[in-house]
């Protein structure tokens, strides 16, 4: 399916630091939705190359994702979880994602997400 390789082609974009593939698989204006606020951006919103060394994340580990009812021309696709991971294999956080997709003359692109972050060893709610 043409949304899990978008998926995929950001994953692999956001592991290699690559701002240009990253913007090419978004629509902007993206809403990005935050814990206490709704944004509308005309650029990703943050940078994996200054957030890898900040957080000193390596990799992600253990992703769970399924696309969810998909349409001709839209299509909502959840990471339930993944793993932030450093390079000794230690856990930084948790994340999870909705993300909502377009179908474009040039492929499908994400024009919003909204994502939580967890702290390994915190708890949730």
Do not use: C
Not at 13 to 19: F, I
Not at 69 to 87: D, E
Not at 91 to 100: D, L, Q, R
């Amino acid at each position: 399916m043409w949304v899990l390789a978008t998926y995929a082609a950001f994953a692999k974009a956001l592991r290699a630091n690559d701002m240009e593939a990253i913007d090419a698989l978004h629509q902007y204006p993206l809403a990005h939705i935050r814990d206490d606020e709704t944004t509308s951006v005309n650029e990703y919103s943050f940078n994996p190359a200054k957030l890898m060394p900040e957080k000193q994340w390596a990799d992600s580990k253990d992703p769970a994702y399924e696309v969810v009812f998909p349409s001709a021309y839209k299509a909502h696709l959840i990471l339930r979880h993944a793993t932030r991971v450093r390079a000794d294999g230690s856990s930084i956080e948790t994340v999870s994602a909705f993300h909502a997709l377009t179908r474009t003359p040039s492929g499908w692109k994400f024009f919003a997400v909204s994502d939580i972050t967890i702290p390994a060893n915190a708890g949730t709610a």
